[in-house]
């Protein structure tokens, strides 16, 4: 699916999206939809697309399929067996709480013990070949009624860059994601952002690293969010205890799904560390997914979910997901997801398919 607008972040530009969907099916004949939210390259983390249709197709589909499994809440441990994989093990996973939420005639959003149906959203804005053309895309948003705009940034596109923004947006809520693209080395250029008052600072060292991060958050007075190393229940409590960062962006493919994400919820929620839904350039049903576990409580600060148009042209759910004026999106009332997957749409777009 090509992109409405190419999206670039210090690891490279994303023009269109290959996307792995996973349906299942029980033994009645019900559904469920998931959406493996990873990247085409293995550039954010180790995992990419083909690497997740390897283990969906050779590992993950055969050990889950046949299975007897209690309760969606219960898939996290048929595939424990596997070690990493959890943008792939994702897809199964959330397809499987889909399913077990229409079943039960109940919004995924509620399913999954969620509270505040009304999210706050922001949205992602990448790298742009000039600074006048971030500053337009900044303003649309703006208007459209994000609630917070985060900038994805890399050296070379950093200080200036956000100098400028800060001076058209004295006061917006602002951040940066630097997915990865710094070490301890520029600690000065870092502690230099201070003076911007941004929102927080989106993994600005290494994809692995919670301990330099710590160190830099002793340093650096603009709070530090963690994305990239924070894969399960144990690095969100280790990040917590290492105080490497004051906010977590959890994003449910990079944890392994639901399960998974409402744990680490909990344990932050519990902890006074605020955490937010990220998003992965997500077609409908990944969207839907998101929208669904940002109803938590913990999750206190607007994600990087936002509507369907900002990414596609036509999106493989029906309605497209869409954002109130005041940049809000309420969770579906129908069942499971609570939005219509379009058959024809992905069968049209669909390269490849297999069946187990
Ligand atoms: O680091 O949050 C990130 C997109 C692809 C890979 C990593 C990231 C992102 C985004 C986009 O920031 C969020 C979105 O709008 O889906
Ligand atoms: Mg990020």
């Keep these: 699916m090509?992109?409405?607008?190419?999206?670039?972040?210090?690891?490279?530009?994303?023009?269109?999206?290959?996307i792995i969907l996973a349906r299942v099916e029980d033994a009645d004949g019900a559904e469920g939809w998931g959406e493996c939210t990873v990247g085409e390259s293995p550039s954010y983390c180790e995992e990419w697309t083909d690497s997740c249709w390897a283990a969906l197709e050779l590992v993950l589909a055969?050990?889950?399929?046949?299975?007897?499994?209690?309760?969606?809440?219960?898939?996290?441990d048929v595939m424990k067996p596997v070690r990493g994989?959890?943008?792939?093990?994702?897809?199964?996973?959330?397809?499987?709480?889909?399913l077990e939420a229409k079943k039960l005639g109940v919004p995924l959003w509620k399913h999954l013990g969620g509270t505040n149906r009304e999210i706050a959203c922001g949205v992602s804005i990448g790298i742009q070949d000039s600074v006048e053309q971030l500053i337009e895309k900044i303003q649309t948003e703006v208007d459209a009624g994000y609630q917070r705009i985060k900038i994805k940034i890399?050296?070379?596109?950093?200080?200036?860059?956000?100098?400028?923004?800060?001076?058209?947006?004295?006061?917006?809520?602002?951040?940066?994601?630097?997915?990865?693209?710094?070490?301890?080395?520029?600690?000065?250029?870092l502690r230099s952002l201070d003076e911007f008052?941004?929102?927080?600072?989106?993994?600005?060292?290494p994809y692995d690293d919670i301990i330099d991060h710590a160190k830099l958050q002793r340093e650096i007075n603009t709070p530090i969010c963690l994305d990239e190393p924070i894969k399960s229940p144990d690095d969100a409590r280790h990040a917590i205890e290492l105080r490497s960062g004051k906010i977590i962006n959890l994003k449910n493919g990079r944890v392994g799904g639901h399960s998974e994400s409402k744990r680490i919820e909990k344990i932050c929620r519990e902890n006074g560390m605020p955490v937010w839904c990220g998003g992965m350039l997500e077609a409908g049903i990944g969207r839907a997914h998101n929208i669904a576990i940002s109803t938590l409580a913990g999750y206190t600060m607007p994600g990087d979910v936002s509507a369907s148009k900002r990414y596609w042209h036509e999106d493989i759910i029906e309605p497209e997901v869409t954002v109130s004026a005041n940049g809000t999106i309420i969770a579906p009332d129908a069942p499971?997801?609570?939005f219509e997957v379009k058959r024809d749409r992905i069968d049209n777009s669909t390269v490849k398919k297999w069946t187990i």
């Design 85 to 98: 994989n959890r943008m792939a093990k994702a897809a199964i996973e959330t397809a499987i709480w889909d």
């Design 2 to 18: 090509p992109l409405v607008h190419f999206f670039e972040t210090s690891f490279g530009r994303t023009y269109e999206r290959r």
């Design 154 to 189: 890399a050296p070379g596109w950093d200080y200036d860059v956000i100098k400028q923004v800060r001076s058209q947006f004295p006061d917006i809520k602002l951040m940066g994601d630097a997915n990865s693209a710094y070490t301890l080395d520029d600690i000065d250029l």
């Design 62 to 76: 055969p050990m889950v399929v046949g299975k007897e499994i209690e309760s969606a809440a219960k898939t996290w």
């Design 197 to 205: 008052d941004l929102m927080m600072l989106e993994q600005p060292l």
């Design 336 to 338: 499971g997801i609570g």
